[in-house]
């Protein structure tokens, strides 16, 4: 069974850092791209970055960029995302997604909350 | 970046009848190998994001054949026929033609 566990979240201050990570069983994650997704508060879907399976190619949403960093440990089947200076409008709920091909999210994570506020 | 609408925030339906929910994008999602990069998604309360159509029309492995995805260039439908009680969820669509990738902002359905 495939799954995409997330983990690392809470409550944090502004201008303060987190570490979410996310594990992957049931598949061959070191095949896969992989995604963050967040969802605010009674908001959609934004995409925050993207890491190729074997980390040549990263990418990320404007909003985070230069202050979110993705990296992945094919040999723990783990994706990671270090969030700084994080703003209020990070909270939101994160989730990993694994990507085979570039037109699919293949698999989505339950999600882990992060909240920034004092 | 890629703008996608999706026009109806909700859309109320009974069990048993037909919905249509479409997303718009700024600009064609066809790519040169001739595939519109163009997936739709389902968000039901306690369960995982899934993946139901991807290239504009191709159902996930296990996806009811209820769930029909259509269009081309810049307009989609993801269309449900004979709607049952579990479809009640929110649905998105997304494209990964271009980074950023994005989403449309959903839409909600609901039952009358």
């Known amino acids: 069974e495939v799954q995409l566990v997330e983990s690392g979240g809470g409550l944090v201050q502004p201008g303060r850092s987190l570490k979410l990570s996310c594990v992957a069983s049931?598949?061959?994650?070191?095949?896969?791209?992989m995604n963050w997704i967040r969802q605010a508060p009674g908001k959609g879907l934004e995409w925050v970055a993207y890491?190729?399976?074997?980390?040549?190619?990263?990418y990320y949403a404007e909003t985070v960029k230069g202050r979110f960093t993705i990296s992945r440990d094919n040999a723990k089947n783990t994706l990671y995302l270090q969030m700084t200076s994080l703003r209020s409008e990070d909270t939101a709920l994160y989730y990993c997604?694994?990507?085979?091909?570039?037109?699919?999210?293949?698999?989505w994570g339950q999600g882990v909350m992060v909240t920034v506020s004092s | 970046q890629i703008t996608l609408t999706q026009q109806a925030e909700s859309l109320w339906v009974s069990p048993g009848e037909k919905v249509s929910i479409t997303c718009r994008a700024s600009?064609?999602?066809?790519?040169?190998?001739?595939?519109?990069?163009l997936s739709w998604y389902q968000q039901r309360p306690g369960q995982t994001t899934k993946a139901l159509i991807y290239?504009?029309?191709i159902r996930t492995d296990g996806v009811p054949t209820r769930f029909i995805g259509s269009g081309s260039g810049t307009e989609f439908t993801l269309s449900i026929e004979d709607v049952q009680p579990e479809d009640i969820a929110l649905y998105y669509c997304?494209?990964?033609?271009?980074?950023?990738?994005?989403f449309g902002a959903g839409t909600k359905l609901e039952l009358k």
């Open positions: 600009q064609s999602l066809l790519y040169t190998d001739g595939k519109h990069y």
């Open positions: 890491i190729s399976s074997g980390s040549s190619y990263i």
């Open positions: 049931g598949f061959t994650f070191s095949n896969y791209g």
């Open positions: 997604a694994s990507q085979l091909r570039r037109v699919l999210f293949d698999y």
């Open positions: 997304l494209q990964t033609l271009k980074k950023p990738y994005t």
């Open positions: 290239h504009a029309s």
